[in-house]
């Protein structure tokens, strides 16, 4: 069953076409690669999926349900989810109390133990308990303010806050952008892990080869269009591809 699919969108800011004419779906418990070179429309993509821009043209579904032009709190009620590049978060609330926020919307009247014991779960699953394990009041997460964590761990942050909204489709954007080696490991095992679990994920990169790992179908976009679709093996092999990646300046 199709989770998300998008049909001849087009977006153009005054003379500049960051979009144009793309369509493609993502399939449920799928994790789909949206990649391509710098400037090549991928965010762009995420912003109209999300509801900040309205398309010029061109038609999204989520679940056969249209959500064009929705604004973005319809739509992460009805279940999508983003992740951004750059953390956002309350400073001055602990990484338990950051988690606690994006447990509580969806369920206005949940009692308190219920959402202790969901945010306990999403930091558990996101690992950001530390290796002591959690439940107690000493739990890592319940001690730490954001600014004290690395900056994997302030992406896996970043994911806790977005699955605490319960999204049945998770928009990962550039998650492994800034993470030194061993934490772009932790971080493929993360998003490894969360799609055994049943999540649908669609992940933005211009790295190619940081994604073809974990993806099952990789769309590869280019000045807007989409220049090829296809599984990880069939995209390493596309002459065009490689052409965009070397002329874009990607790797």
Known sequence: MEALRVERLRKSFGG????KDLSFSVEQGEILGLIGPNGAGKSTVFNLIMG??????????FKNREITGWPTY?????????VFQIARYFPHKTVYENVEISAIPNEIFRRADQTELKTMTVCRRTGLCGDEGCGEGSCLCRVQWPGMLPQGGLRRLEIARAIGTDPELLLLDEPFAGLSPHEV?????LISDLRREGQTIVLVDHNMRGVMGLVDRVVVLCFGEKLAEGTPEEIMRDP????AYLAGGGV
């Open 16 to 19: 500049l076409m960051a979009v």
């Open 240 to 243: 065009k591809v490689q052409e």
């Open 185 to 189: 490991d932790e971080m493929a095992h």
């Open 74 to 82: 319809k739509i992460v009620n009805e279940g999508v989810a983003r």
């Open 52 to 61: 900040t821009f309205r398309p010029d043209r061109g038609r999204i579904f």
